[in-house]
């Protein structure tokens, strides 16, 4: 349907208002990455307090690291299907400051306990992360729709692709602030007691880490002004709630346009298709692109999760035994591996993908993605055992920090695109939440499947050794990243250069 207002969008130039539309709805995925990323840190600060008996000595067991991730992924699954559909029944807008509201109190909640011992603590925790994990799954289809439905077709995947680079800039956030808290406490601890032995923990420690989670706070609450300030999206106001009129009036407000230019001459009402959520029309329609965005997104976030299973073994070749450094420098030095990570690929990836989105199309950065990623953990896991077991070296490095390049600059960006461009507005916010959720469901097993069998301890008091396992499981990522591939090549449709209900429109007249 050819309504003034949508050309207008589909065509409008590029204008101040689309930059800060990136920067208000790209902060939910900056906390998102922030809260991701400083967890490994946070765990060894509380290893450090709560875990001095532990054996290893000062780190904290692979369930409850297990459970840190698990609960938040899971949090966010809930929080992308809940909010995905409210986004789509009562508005985008309405729902997208509740969303942050519930990520900037449950950050805080994060910091807090009413009790000292672990247990206590560790609850407390893994609830606060649960409620967080559920405000960054409703940003997910939130703001990619916003961001979609706004946006112009010309450029619109750049703009997507931009909003979800915000992770990028949160994970070097939590790095630097991890670093710059761990270098204050350590500096003010040696000050009064003159040393920090390795196997002294000061009571800091305890401030610290909840100190580090409290501040993830403070830009996702910097933004709630402007977020509660953008009108509603006028895809939504005039293809969902009909009302063509206000559509015209909330897009005046942010466009360089006037009323007249994009308000109907002669308005017909409009009537919404009558076929509903997952009824056969529906999935005739839209099922194979509902698949292809669920099952994509699903084995990218096995693989993408699951880095965390040779992270430690990074830790130990480069930064040395933690029993050796204190607590402060222990979560140091972790932050700033992964800082000089973000820095030299993660971040690389994400502004490849916003320069080349608009370009070259989804559909084959999401293949380039996926057969890079599987060449590269091939190339890791084949000779692991016999070569990288012993020879942690520069050239294994560079291949971990091309399995975060081709994954941004690839599938981790274009699973968050695509999903926002082939859906009818009316259940374009619900179809993405399916597809973040499902990508979560593989998070789950990539995070903690992989976590727990790098860490079994029946199979190494038997003797089988812990490199052939991750030969394994390396190898196993690479055969899910071709299956990635296959499911791209042969289901995935392009949505470059075309609106939104032409990309609608074609799924129709196929299907």
């Given at each position: 349907m050819g309504l003034k207002v949508l050309s207008a969008l589909d065509t409008a130039k590029t204008q101040l208002y689309h930059f800060k539309a990136i920067i208000v709805a790209g902060m939910g995925l900056f906390t998102d990455a922030y809260d991701l990323f400083c967890i490994p840190p946070i765990l060894r600060l509380i290893?450090?307090?709560?875990?001095e008996r532990a054996k290893p000595k000062y780190q904290s067991p692979p369930g409850v690291m297990s459970a840190m991730v698990a609960i938040a992924l899971l949090g966010t699954a809930i929080g992308q299907?809940?909010?995905?559909?409210?986004?789509d029944r009562i508005g985008r807008r309405r729902v997208y400051g509740i969303a942050l509201m519930i990520m900037v109190v449950s950050s805080l909640g994060c910091g807090f306990s009413i009790c000292k011992s672990r247990e206590c603590v560790l609850v407390s925790l893994s609830f606060f992360r649960f409620v967080l994990g559920v405000g960054i799954g409703g940003?997910?289809?939130?703001?990619?729709?916003?961001?979609?439905?706004?946006?112009?077709?010309?450029?619109?995947g750049a703009f997507i692709a931009a909003v979800f680079s915000m992770q990028g800039f949160g994970i070097l956030a939590s790095s630097t602030v991890t670093m710059v808290v761990c270098a204050i406490f350590d500096h003010v601890s040696k000050s009064n007691d003159g040393t920090v032995s390795v196997d002294h923990t000061p009571k800091g420690v305890d401030v610290a880490w909840r100190l580090?989670?409290?501040?993830?706070?403070?830009?996702?609450?910097?933004?709630?002004?402007?977020?509660?300030?953008?009108?509603?999206t006028a895809r939504y106001t005039a293809l969902v709630e009909l009302n063509v009129l206000q559509a015209a009036k909330d897009m005046e407000k942010v466009l360089d346009v006037s009323i007249s230019q994009i308000a109907e001459d002669d308005p017909q009402p409009l009537h919404q298709p009558s076929y509903p959520l997952f009824s056969k029309q529906f999935l005739r329609r839209h099922g194979r692109d509902l698949f292809s965005c669920a099952a994509s997104w699903f084995l990218l976030d096995i693989v993408f999760y699951s880095n965390n299973l040779f992270q430690s073994q990074i830790y130990k070749k480069y930064l040395g035994n933690e029993n050796n450094m204190n607590a402060y420098q222990d979560a140091f030095n972790v932050a700033k591996l992964q800082a000089i990570v973000a820095i030299c690929s993660t971040v690389p990836g994400y502004w490849f993908t916003v320069y080349f989105i608009d370009r070259i199309g989804r559909v084959k950065i999401q293949q380039m993605g996926f057969l890079f990623m599987a060449i590269v953990y091939l190339a890791i896991g084949i000779p692991y055992y016999s070569y990288w077991e012993h020879n942690t070296n520069a050239g294994f490095m560079v291949l971990y920090g091309l399995t975060f390049f081709f994954s941004n600059f690839g599938p981790n960006t274009t699973t968050f695109?695509?999903?926002?461009?082939?859906?009818?507005?009316?259940?374009?916010?619900?179809?993405?939440?399916?597809s973040g959720a499902a990508g979560k469901v593989g998070a789950i097993?990539?995070?903690?499947?992989?976590?727990?069998?790098?860490h079994n301890k029946k199979d190494l008091e038997e003797g089988y050794p812990k490199a052939i396992g991750m030969t394994i499981s390396l190898v196993i990522l690479g055969v899910v990243c071709i299956m990635g591939l296959l499911v791209t090549t042969f289901f995935t449709r392009e949505t470059m250069?075309?609106?939104?209900?032409?990309?609608?429109n074609e799924s129709e007249n196929e299907n």
């Open positions: 290893g450090r307090v709560y875990y299907l809940v909010f995905g559909r409210l986004g940003d997910y289809p939130l703001s990619a729709t916003i961001m979609s439905e706004f946006a112009n077709k010309r450029t619109r580090i989670l409290m501040l993830g706070a403070v830009p996702a609450a910097l933004t709630y002004y402007w977020r509660m300030m953008m009108p509603e695109i695509v999903p926002a461009e082939l859906f009818p507005a009316r259940f374009r916010s619900t179809c993405h939440g399916i097993i990539g995070s903690v499947g992989f976590l727990w069998a790098s250069g075309r609106s939104l209900e032409e990309n609608e």
